[in-house]
C-alpha cells in the first residue's frame, strides 16, 4: 500500500489477513486455492476460444509483468 502512498496500520494489515482468509464470492467460506482443479476442467475448446478473444492481451500483460 505504501506505493500508492496509502497509510497503512498494524491493525489495518491485520483486519486485510483476516478478510483474506475467507473466499470473495462466498465470505462465509475459506478460501481455498483451486488454480489446478480448474485448469483440469478446462476443455480444449474453452481453451482455444479463450485463446482466441484473450491471448494476445495476455501474452501483452504478461510482457509488462517480466519487465520484456
Do not use: N
Not at 502512498?5 to 483451486?34: H, I, N, Q, W
Not at 482466441?52 to 509483468?65: I, Q, S, V
Request: with cysteine.
Amino acid at each position: 500500500m505504501p506505493h500508492f502512498g496509502v497509510e497503512c496500520s498494524d491493525s489495518d494489515r491485520v483486519a486485510m489477513a483476516e478478510a483474506a482468509r475467507f473466499d470473495a464470492k462466498t465470505p462465509s467460506v475459506p478460501f481455498a486455492l483451486d488454480i489446478e482443479a480448474k485448469q483440469q476442467e478446462a476443455t480444449a475448446a474453452t481453451r482455444s476460444v479463450a485463446d482466441e478473444r484473450l491471448g494476445d492481451l495476455y501474452r501483452r500483460l504478461e510482457a509488462l509483468r517480466l519487465g520484456a
